[in-house]
C-alpha cells in the first residue's frame, strides 16, 4: 500500500505505522527518524536541521525533498508508509511531482485525529531509544521500556528527545495548527482524506485498511 500518515505530533503515527507495515511488507518512511539520524551523526545534513528541530520549527523543505525522494525510489515496487511528509501543501505538491515521476499514486491519506489533552500527556511520557540504529519508541505509562530506562531491543539508555520539552512541544502543535492541518483540505479535494478517530492503534489500523480496500475498488479519479 502506498499511505501517508499525517497528524500532530503524539498522534501515534510511528505506532500506526509500524502496524500497517506489518500488514503487507511496505517499507516505513519516518522523515524524523532518518532527520534524528543525521543530527545524530552529525552529517552535515544533520547539522542543518537540528536548530529547527530543537526549536519545534519545521525543517526547511530544501533539506526534507532530497531525502524522502531518495527512499520512494528505493522502495517504489514495495510500497510505504509515510510518516513525517508531507507536512505542509508546498510539501504535498512536490510529493505529488515525485510521484508523477515514479509513475506512482497515493492509496490514502489518514490523518489522525486526536485530542490536545492526549497528545499532551503521551508526548510527556514518550522516550525514545538513545541508539541512533535503534530509535524505539516507549511510553512510560502504557509502553514502559525495561527496567533502568534500557531499551527492550538493543538494552541501551531509554531518554526524552530534546525536541520534546514543555516548550518545544507547544511550539510543535503551534506550527502543525498553523502550516500542516491546512495540508487535510488539500487531500480532502483530492477524495484522498480519511480523518481517524480512533485512539487505539488495532482500531484506526483497521480503519486504514478498509479505506485502503474500498479506494482500490473504486479508485477516486
Known sequence: MRVVLSGPPGAGKG???RALVAQ???VPISTGNLLRTAVAE???LGRSAEGYMLRGDLVPDSIIRGLVER???ECADRGFILDGFPRTIPQAVSLEFIMLQLELSLDL?????VPIDVLL????NRRTCSNVLCQEI??????PPEAG????RCGQPVEPRPDETEHAIHAQLKVYREQSAPMAGHYQRKGLLLVVREADTKAAVAQILGAVAARRRCPVE
Open 15 to 17: 505506532t500506526v505505522a
Open 24 to 26: 503487507d511488507g511496505s
Open 42 to 44: 552529525g552529517s552535515p
Open 71 to 73: 527512499q520512494l525510489r
Open 109 to 113: 491519506v489518514a490523518n489522525l485525529a
Open 121 to 124: 500527556e503521551r508526548l510527556a
Open 138 to 143: 516507549y511510553n512510560l505509562k502504557s509502553d
Open 149 to 152: 530506562n534500557t531499551c527492550r
